[in-house]
């Protein structure tokens, strides 16, 4: 099983020079930074660490669901040292393809946490994949199993490929499974993995998609109106499942097949109408995950999961993440505030 990095990390960090100007990363310019999955996976792990301290802390997610099926979501997050402040607005829209747009789009700000003065204006939808697969990838060190080869998508999208860039990093991934609503996404997932050097598999049932994986992601669009259609049962031992999509997709009659189950934020959770999984189900959290009171995988054979709406601090692990390496790098440009 995966185990956490038990050393302290100190978060560096200095603010742009100039006092009149924020500095603009646009996604060309965060790709460009090449951050590892382990730095990533790290700085959030700190970040949660340091919540679990009190110096960091993260308001629960706002969302507003309207008539004509956009969702529109608000994360906020801050820490004390360095003080910061991250602010993300998104909108998901699946019309957005008539526009020859992603259906989800948005911008994070960051502000120095102490004069609210603006540092930097990053594009949302890179943070909000790399944060999303990050947060999976942290869940994985304490819940997955190591030799974990197999790998199935319910939903097909951007954080299909997000997850799928992280993971085959971090377990010796040999072989995907591809279920989406559309077969343009699902192609170019599997096509993503062949060039990768792997076993690509189109699946046309959530049965055969998961039948025998190790790893599970699913993530299908929150505002897909479906009726559950995986079965926890079907599951093999040992498997970790990564739902980033509230569980939406999952039976919830099945989910007591589960040995284990970390949701983001307990908190959060107990604020939200409808629960993502039933509460007696329910674990801990990821902040109780990492933090070390809250038990990760006990056996290789228990089948975990970690369900979870957004993890808010991801938005400020990375991008003061990118942010710095932007500065020691030149990246971006400056515009005035």
């Not at 919540?51 to 969302?63: F, L």
């Not at 956009?70 to 991250?86: G, I």
């Not at 097949?257 to 970390?262: G, K, L, P, T, V």
């Amino acid at each position: 099983m995966t185990k956490s990095m038990n050393k302290p990390v100190t978060i560096e960090f200095k603010f742009n020079n100039s006092n009149n100007s924020m500095l603009y990363l646009s996604r060309q310019n965060l790709e460009s930074l090449d951050i590892k999955t382990e730095e990533m996976v790290t700085q959030l792990e700190t970040l949660l660490k340091a919540q679990a301290a009190g110096s960091v802390q993260a308001a629960p997610k706002a969302a507003l669901a309207t008539p004509d099926g956009r969702y529109l979501m608000a994360t906020l997050s801050t820490c004390d040292e360095p003080p910061l402040m991250a602010v993300k607005g998104v909108i998901v829209n699946q019309e957005n393809a008539k526009q020859g747009l992603e259906a989800i789009n948005g911008s994070i700000m960051l502000l120095n946490g102490q004069t609210g003065v603006p540092v930097a204006y990053l594009d949302g939808n890179w943070i909000t994949a790399v944060r999303t697969a990050a947060a999976s990838a942290l869940a994985a060190r304490y819940l997955a199993n190591a030799e974990s080869s197999v790998m199935a998508f319910i939903g097909t999208g951007l954080q299909s490929r997000a997850h799928l860039k992280l993971f085959s990093t971090l377990y010796p991934i040999k072989e995907i499974r591809a279920l989406g609503r559309g077969t343009k996404s699902r192609d170019l997932l599997c096509d993503t993995a062949s060039k990768m050097g792997l076993k690509a598999v189109p699946c046309d049932d959530a049965n055969s998609a998961v039948d025998d994986a190790d790893i599970i992601v699913s993530s299908i669009p929150i505002t897909s109106r479906v009726d559950p259609f995986i079965d926890a049962g079907w599951l093999k031992q040992g498997v970790f499942v990564s739902s980033t999509d509230l569980a939406l997709p999952w039976i919830d009659e099945s989910m007591k097949a589960f040995d284990r189950i970390i949701i983001d934020d307990l908190t959060q959770e107990a604020a939200m109408p409808d629960p993502m999984v039933e509460i007696e189900l329910v674990g801990g959290d990821i902040t109780g995950l990492v933090s070390g009171t809250v038990s990760g995988r006990q056996t290789p054979a228990e089948r975990t999961a970690f369900v979870f709406r957004a993890v808010a601090i991801g938005d400020l692990a990375l991008a003061s993440l990118a942010y710095q390496k932007a500065i020691s790098t030149g990246a971006g440009f400056e515009i005035p505030s």
